[in-house]
């Protein structure tokens, strides 16, 4: 990005708590929207000048040219930067949550703030979307703009923290998914996946951000009204219309970031009522997301436990940092490759 010179910066301190906006704009929708609604803002719209800047769009005898045109300028830097051409067309809404944390970071760089505070920025990103984050601070740095940043922490690969297991055969399956291609417009998020999950196994789902990992748990709880157009078994029950579905619901527990925006909910609550469930299929969708690293411990050994006390139980774990992924965990799903 090019450096903006000092009279067009606002010294006003823009904070940026990523997990607090999600929660503002989830606000009084339902938790499955992301895979129904096909209405609300593009990514295009919500980082136009406009909206940025809650312009009234009907205001009279106000020309705002130049700032108008600084904003075309600094919108082409930003997306460059925090490679977002692909998602302006997009539903905001529809966005994975890493996504939708690239595009609200957008948004708060494109009120050209002099001082950013950054609540939890890393949160949920993937090492290669970090390392962006971490290049477009420190050009906002050596642009001027004063820049804090509340808890973060390092991320190590979450694969180094699983040790494969051989599979036995002979457990019942829990999850079987076959041949499934799902595709979005060009981008192609699953071709020919197949997947079959047993009984106590504990699996480590991982990926890029908008790699699909929070479609694939979708497909198992059938929040995605995909899920039943593909070939998906749960505990042998196909996801179709007709079969008493409700029982196999009942079987499944889930922690996620969404819940957490909808609900109101912290991680540890959410945890607390997923484990009292006592579930056969418990899915873990980043259960430390925006946790401290003091409170994320905190939260893993807890898991730890109850894994270890449910050696049947069927665990899907999604996390970005080896440190977020409970000890025991045996086989993975790795859908970067």
């Known amino acids: 990005m090019s450096h903006l010179p000092e009279k067009d910066k606002d010294e006003k301190a823009v904070v940026l708590d990523l997990q607090g906006e ?169 071709e020919n996946l197949s997947w079959t999950i047993r009984e106590g196994e504990r699996w480590l789902l991982c990926g890029p951000n908008g790699s699909g990992k929070t479609t694939l748990l979708a497909f198992m709880t059938g929040d995605s009204p995909l899920a039943y157009a593909y070939d998906i078994r749960l505990f042998g029950v196909p996801r179709a219309i007709g079969n008493n579905l409700s029982k196999v619901r009942r079987r499944i527990a889930m922690v996620s970031p969404e819940m957490q925006a909808y609900l109101g909910l912290t991680p540890e609550a959410l945890l607390d009522q997923a484990l009292e469930k006592e579930p056969d299929l418990l899915l873990l969708d980043e259960p430390c997301y925006n946790l401290s690293a003091k409170a994320a411990k905190k939260v893993v050994a807890r898991i730890e436990r109850w894994v270890k006390k449910h050696p049947s139980a069927t665990v899907v774990c999604v996390a970005h940092s080896a440190s977020h992924v409970p000890a025991g965990f045996n086989h993975v799903l790795n859908l970067g490759r």
């Open 22 to 190: 999600q929660a503002d704009i989830c606000d009084g929708r339902w938790m499955q929207a992301r895979y129904y609604c096909d209405d609300g803002d593009r990514v295009r719209d919500f980082l136009s000048f406009n909206s940025v800047f809650e312009v009234n769009p009907f205001e009279v005898g106000v020309s705002r040219r130049a700032e108008r045109k600084a904003h075309r300028v600094k919108f082409q830097e930003v997306v460059e930067a925090l490679e977002l051409t692909r998602l302006l067309p997009r539903n905001f809404l529809s966005l994975s949550n890493g996504e939708m944390r690239r595009v609200l970071f957008a948004r708060a760089i494109l009120k050209n703030p002099g001082k950013l505070v950054l609540v939890s920025p890393m949160a949920g990103l993937d090492i290669a979307h970090r390392a962006m984050f971490q290049g477009v601070i420190d050009m906002l740095r050596n642009q001027g703009v004063d820049i804090s940043i509340v808890h973060d922490e390092e991320t190590v690969n979450p694969i180094a923290a699983v040790k494969n297991k051989t599979r036995d055969s002979a457990r019942r399956v829990v999850v079987e998914m076959r041949d499934i291609t799902l595709r979005f417009g060009r981008r192609t998020l699953f």
